[in-house]
T-cell receptor
């Protein structure tokens, strides 16, 4: 069964601090992995997308890593801002059969405090 | 991200009623998926359409149905609404198999 597990479930940090979110997946065959930021009540917004051959992808203060061998990904947020408070969802896309649909993690709820 | 528009943004319906949610995708986005997201949960896959035909379905009953139109718009129809259908409904579309999905902002459905 295709699964995506994220940790921690929730995280509280102070403004300006860094943090790292984790994502482990069992989706196979694998096509790509995306990190999304979702504000409460809004649709997810893509931060990064990584394919099998990519190890690191940056988007401003967001840096995602991917280890396709261990099926793990991380999202590192640098110099956090209050506006970073949101749910961060790891989404894995397969290439065939039942994996064709996206498999979502449950998300990490990040709260940035002043 | 822009380009995927959902309407309405909010909706309140009574149990037993029917509802139609709409999604307008970017030109060329021939694949659209619909998701149900309960509060505090990740999105759950409802179904996917490719070139106006359903080509994948999650664990949702037949009262959840959809349509995709040639102009890259789509609909999600839910019959005989139940209280548990209250959720954020998301549509996501993409240009092709090698592209990622772009999500709409969602429709918040409340069933009372």
């Amino acid at each position: 069964k295709n699964q995506v597990e994220q940790s921690p479930q929730s995280l509280i940090i102070l403004e300006g601090k860094n943090c790292t979110l984790q994502c482990n997946y069992t989706v196979s065959p694998f096509s790509n992995l995306r990190w999304y930021k979702q504000d409460t009540g809004r649709g997810p917004v893509s931060l990064t997308i990584m394919t099998f051959s990519e190890n690191t992808k940056s988007n401003g203060r967001y840096t995602a890593t991917l280890d396709a061998d261990t099926k793990q990904s991380s999202l590192h947020i640098t110099a956090s801002q209050l506006s970073d408070s949101a749910s961060y969802i790891c989404v894995v896309s397969g290439t065939s059969g039942s994996a064709r649909q996206l498999t979502f993690g449950s998300g990490t709820q990040l709260t940035v405090l002043p | 991200e822009t380009g995927v528009t959902q309407s309405p943004t909010h909706l309140i319906k009574t149990r037993g009623q029917q509802v139609t949610l709409r999604c307008s995708s970017q030109s060329g986005h021939n694949t659209v998926s619909w998701y149900q997201q309960a509060l505090g949960q990740g999105p759950q896959f409802i179904f996917q359409y490719y070139r106006e035909e359903e080509n994948g379905r999650g664990n949702f009953p037949p009262r959840f149905s959809g349509l995709q139109f040639p102009n890259y718009s789509s609909e999600l129809n839910v019959n005989a609404l139940e209280l548990d259908d209250s959720a954020l409904y998301l549509c996501a579309s993409r240009l092709g198999g090698h592209y990622g999905y772009t999500f709409g902002s969602g429709t918040r459905l409340t069933v009372v």
